[in-house]
């Protein structure tokens, strides 16, 4: 009786390996923008820190962004 058993369960086990679709890959790691994020809006200490550099880092891309802009103007 063990033999269906055994048969049926290799089986399925075969049919569920075929049916693996890429969903299932793995995602790409995250920068490390997204895991700075993660972690400044935690409650770890220092995540007060790591937000405020975070919001730093914005203001000089927002500044640089602006100054190319002018740059580039007649």
């Known amino acids: ?6 048969l049926a369960s290799t089986v399925l ?5 075929a049916c ?4 299932d890959e793995a995602k790409p790691p995250a920068t490390e923008r997204e895991r700075d994020s993660v972690l400044g ?5 220092g995540a007060t820190g790591v937000r405020g550099a975070l919001r730093a880092q914005d ?3 927002a500044q640089n962004s602006r100054l190319d802009s002018v740059a580039t103007q007649p």
């Open 13 to 17: 086990l075969l049919v569920c390996g």
């Open 59 to 61: 203001s000089a891309a």
């Open 20 to 23: 693996r679709s890429e969903k």
């Open 1 to 6: 009786m063990a033999r269906p058993t055994v």
């Open 41 to 45: 809006a935690s409650r770890l200490p």
